[in-house]
């Protein structure tokens, strides 16, 4: 049996398959990018395929403390777009 990867979301600390969650990657650039296909360069945070999880991840700016770098409002709508 192959072992599934598994990942915790940075909002609610839950580990789930990789599939069940979304790579958002600071690039060597410092730009923040949605990693749809999970082998960008870069430091990795994920979080839950949850629209709810988005929104207040966003409102709570979790992702700019992780990452380090101020995440800029188009990286949540594309996250949004994705769960959707």
């Given amino acids: 049996m192959k072992k599934i990867p598994q990942r915790t979301c940075v909002l ?6 990789k599939k069940d969650l979304i790579r958002i990657v600071r690039t060597p650039e410092q730009n923040v990018v949605v990693d749809e ?11 839950k395929k949850d ?3 988005i929104n207040k991840a966003q409102e709570k700016h979790i992702l700019d403390k992780i990452l380090n770098v101020k995440v800029d409002d188009s990286v949540f709508d594309e996250l949004k777009k994705i769960v959707k």
């Fill in 12 to 17: 609610t600390k839950e580990k789930l398959d």
């Fill in 37 to 47: 296909t999970g082998k960008l360069n870069g430091r990795g945070a994920y979080l």
């Fill in 51 to 53: 629209l709810e999880v």
